[in-house]
């Protein structure tokens, strides 16, 4: 015996069917990051080739980030002789990536690296902020806490 379907039973079919795909989530959608907030702690310069002769460096940072702009003061403690004491500028996040980019001018014997300035691998774990960059064997590091 054959069942004839018809035109009303394919339409419920067919809306099923339409239902369930639609509303399934994708799992390779990542959700959207946000970096606001103020944050402090430690900046790590590793800096294994330094023209600046500026060498290891751990100091204490904080950092402001709301919306697209920021303002650091790693300059600030880095290099005592640094115009205004703050870096400040705006970010832009492209998938694992963050880039900084200074809105202030810098002294031509300044070693930018070490503000923050640049493009960063970053690492949200619940309230710390973990920004990577690395220029050939020179590694500069922030570890933040929200506060």
């Known amino acids: 015996m054959t069942m004839k379907l018809t035109a009303k039973t394919n339409y419920l079919i067919v809306t099923l069917l339409a239902s369930g795909l639609l509303g399934c989530k994708n799992s390779n959608v990542k959700p959207e990051v946000s970096l606001n907030g103020r944050y402090s702690g430690q900046f790590y310069a590793n ?10 460096i751990t100091n204490t940072v904080t950092a402001s980030i709301s919306g697209s702009n920021y303002t650091d003061t790693a300059g600030n403690v880095i290099h005592p002789n640094y115009p205004g ?9 492209q998938g694992d990536q963050v880039t900084f980019v200074t809105t202030l001018a810098h002294p031509d014997n300044f070693d930018t690296n ?5 493009s ?22 922030y570890k933040l806490k929200k506060q």
């Open 47 to 56: 800096e294994a080739i330094d023209a600046f002769k500026t060498g290891p």
């Open 120 to 141: 960063y691998s970053y690492v949200i774990k619940s309230d710390s902020l973990i920004l990577i960059k690395t220029l050939g064997s020179n590694i500069y590091t």
């Open 114 to 118: 070490l503000t923050l300035n640049g």
């Open 85 to 93: 004491g703050i870096d400040k500028g705006t970010f832009k996040l």
